[in-house]
């Protein structure tokens, strides 16, 4: 039968007594479907389209309050994920830009910001980016995420975590294999400021190494990828912390290694532990930076984003085997090893150990290739201030 004009429709029918009352008990007065009901829903709808379509096709999205998702950072971490490290998470505020891939974006890229319940700083931010020297990962990035006190993930994976960072690339097997002069694409995530501390927080560090593996395997999923990232905590090694029974000819662990004279550097040095993509001493961690750094990245997808500095830096370095430079406070060199492209860096950031570079630059590089299998190399290095 058809309604006539004065008969209310379906939609406007009043509800029984009693399911009205449970509705108007439940729905307050900001609830959302109080908000969107008559013709108030269409504009709403579309102020807030807008809104989250952002500056420059970017859609930010802020979850809190009655729009409060149980999962943040793109689906990947619950409430009870949050627990750990959060006073209070069902609290913690995030925004969110939604994870982009597409022919014209180099690689997929999004962010996620997680606050505190109480709003006074960012307690944690996590990145999709794809690693690029262009972008300064070979040094700002590096400085952080490449850093002694991380500990690799290991199992194959290529990705570390500490107490305050952690990253992981996303598998070869979703994205491809980068080529020799792209870096991995990584998520990574960085918890409060740069921690120097000399003992580790290995609990904070587990979580950090999970939250990571979460972070992955959720932004894989969303690129249409399968297969997952086994909880990678069992098998982690005790987190690096400073040796004071360093001798002075075998510097950073390295037999063989000395400054000469038996002259002992100036700080006790913080060594990766255990097998992983890059093998990094620091010495005097003071902020994001160490006063003095040897690193031998042996993973060719990372030694990609190093490509850049080894071939601008300073004045060149001579070999068959590869090639690099030194300058007053870097040494840099690129050689081609059994398992792909390795890098060997001596940096300092400290003026008064400035000539320490040239006395352990080619010592360094010739003992890591040695251990590698990809030596021997001889480096020649040329006068300071000599022709490029």
């Known amino acids: 039968m058809s309604s006539t004009a004065d008969e209310p429709s379906r939609d406007e029918r009043p509800l029984p007594a009693e399911?009205?009352?449970?509705?108007?008990?439940?729905?307050?007065?900001?609830?959302?479907?109080?908000?969107?009901?008559?013709?108030?829903?269409?504009?709403?709808?579309?102020?807030?389209?807008?809104?989250?379509?952002?500056?420059?096709?970017?859609?930010w999205q802020t979850q809190a309050g009655p729009f409060a998702s149980d999962e943040v950072c793109w689906g990947a971490l619950s409430r009870d994920d949050l627990a750990p490290m959060f006073r209070e998470p069902e609290d913690v505020k995030a925004v969110e830009a939604p994870v982009l891939h597409g022919k014209r974006l180099d690689g997929p890229t999004g962010n996620c910001q997680l606050t505190n319940s109480d709003g006074d700083e960012w307690a944690l931010t996590a990145r999709v980016h794809r690693l690029d020297d262009r972008a300064g990962d070979d040094g700002t990035w590096a400085d952080e995420f490449l850093s002694a006190r991380l500990t690799p993930l290991g199992g194959g994976l290529l990705g570390m975590a500490s107490d305050n960072r952690a990253w992981l690339a996303i598998p070869d097997g979703c994205l491809g294999r980068p080529g020799d002069l792209d870096g991995p694409t990584v998520v990574d995530i960085a918890r409060g400021g740069w921690i120097g501390d000399l003992e580790p927080r290995t609990e904070e560090r587990d979580w950090m190494a999970r939250m990571v593996v979460k972070l992955v395997n959720k932004v894989s999923a969303d690129l249409g990828c399968t297969g997952t990232i086994a909880d990678p905590v069992e098998r982690l090694p005790k987190a690096a912390r400073y040796t004071r029974t360093e001798k002075p000819d075998a510097l950073c662990g390295i037999k063989g290694l000395s400054l000469g004279k038996k002259r002992k550097p100036d700080?006790?040095?913080?060594?990766?532990?255990?097998?992983?993509?890059?093998?990094?001493?620091?010495?005097?961690?003071t902020g994001s930076q160490p006063k003095q750094r040897l690193m031998t990245v042996?993973?060719?997808?990372?030694?990609?984003?190093?490509?850049?500095?080894?071939?601008?830096?300073?004045?060149?370095?001579?070999?068959?085997?590869?090639?690099?430079?030194?300058?007053?406070?870097?040494g840099v060199f690129r050689a081609r090893c059994q398992t792909g492209t390795t890098v060997f860096l001596v940096q300092v950031n400290d003026s008064g150990m400035s000539a320490d570079v040239r006395t352990?630059?080619?010592?360094?590089?010739?003992?890591?290739?040695?251990?590698?299998?990809?030596?021997?190399?001889?480096?020649?290095?040329p006068q300071p201030g000599g022709s490029r």
């Open 19 to 59: 399911r009205e009352l449970l509705s108007e008990r439940r729905l307050r007065w900001w609830h959302w479907r109080r908000l969107l009901r008559g013709r108030v829903r269409p504009l709403l709808a579309a102020g807030l389209a807008g809104v989250l379509l952002g500056v420059g096709g970017t859609a």
């Open 267 to 285: 700080y006790y040095p913080v060594i990766t532990n255990g097998r992983g993509p890059v093998r990094t001493c620091d010495r005097g961690i």
């Open 298 to 330: 042996e993973d060719p997808r990372l030694a990609a984003i190093f490509g850049r500095m080894a071939l601008d830096e300073g004045d060149r370095v001579s070999s068959d085997a590869g090639l690099g430079g030194i300058g007053p406070n870097l």
């Open 360 to 381: 352990l630059f080619p010592r360094y590089v010739e003992a890591e290739a040695a251990r590698l299998g990809c030596g021997p190399l001889k480096l020649k290095l």
